[in-house]
């Protein structure tokens, strides 16, 4: 098995801005799929084709807004028109900006409606109509959901993206028992923090290295690879699933320091030793030992 998509047409929703979803596209096409590459924006859109096209794969540019019914019917013409069967759909649209972060407390009903419609709503839209051209295909497919860290953990001050990042986990966990009897393996991808056009560089590298276990911000190309591999055929048993590629964040606990040491622990020695920078203390009893160690309840 490999990740080879000749003879199949992948659908990548947000695919413009040169952020994850151009690398997504870029990644797909260079993997011998026919590329249905959607954006709301042509201006982001022309350059991303453009790369398509000098990497010599087959694309077909649609400019879109995938909230509106009528553009998403533009979206599965392209797919049904296109020179390979449909097999794979990427949702990379989504985000926040910044007028809609803040505290829930003031959060504005009318707002809360348009972030949960571009991270969550489209997608089950947009992921219905073009599996029931798969289906009618006699498939089999592959769905591919761009979720969030923020739909794993914690959102404070971006609720409402955190409420749709999260709700996406749970729609791709469904859709994969639902869609499973007609060949179709819908997983998602919870990116970290990725240096996008959109998110900036890494402006603050001291404080990518603390929030992050791999100590930088990820790149759009290393979303695009776990996606391949999920559109793949290397992932023919992989089903519901949500893979984050966050460079650890969602594993790192809020009782960790900016080393990755436990804060509760503070004996000066105890703490060498974890970073191999001394030998271990002598117990001077389980009970001690225990309790120097054990973090509060």
């Known amino acids: 098995m490999n990740t080879d998509l000749t003879g199949r047409t ?53 400019v879109a807004d995938v909230l509106d019914a009528a553009d998403r019917a533009a979206v ?23 007028p809609y972060w803040g505290p829930t407390l003031d959060v504005d009903p009318g707002r809360w409606r348009e972030v949960v419609a571009l991270n969550l709503d489209y997608v089950a839209f947009l992921g219905a109509e073009l599996a029931r051209l798969i289906v009618d295909g006699g498939g089999p497919g592959a769905v591919v959901a761009v979720s969030s860290v923020s739909g794993i953990g914690a959102a404070p001050f971006h609720a409402p993206y955190g409420a749709a990042k999260a709700g996406l986990i749970s729609l791709v966990r469904t859709l994969a028992l639902e869609w499973s009897e007609h060949g179709i393996r819908v997983n998602a991808v919870a990116p970290g923090t990725i240096a996008t056009p959109t998110s900036g560089a890494a402006a603050d ?93």
Not at 77 to 97: D, K, Q, S, W
């Open 10 to 62: 992948v659908v990548v929703a947000g695919a413009g801005g040169g952020g994850i979803g151009t690398a997504v596209a870029a990644a797909v096409g260079a993997a011998g799929a026919h590329v249905v590459a959607v954006d709301r924006d042509p201006e982001r859109l022309a350059p991303a084709v453009e790369r398509l096209r000098a990497a010599g794969a087959s694309v077909a540019p649609v």
């Open 76 to 98: 599965v013409a392209a797919a049904r028109e296109a020179p390979a069967p449909l097999y794979g759909l990427v949702t990379v649209a989504g985000g926040i900006a910044a």
């Open 205 to 297: 590298p001291g404080r990518d290295r603390a929030a992050v276990p791999l100590g930088r911000r990820g790149r759009p190309e290393e979303v695009a690879g776990a996606v391949l591999f999920l559109l793949s055929d290397l992932a023919a048993y992989v089903t519901g699933q949500c893979l984050a590629v966050d460079g650890g964040m969602s594993v790192k606990g809020a009782h960790l320091a900016d080393d990755n040491t436990p804060v509760f622990v503070t004996d000066p020695a105890m703490r060498a030793a974890m970073r191999g920078g001394a030998d271990r203390p002598e117990p001077s009893g389980s009970e001690a030992s225990a309790t120097a160690a054990e973090p509060p309840a």
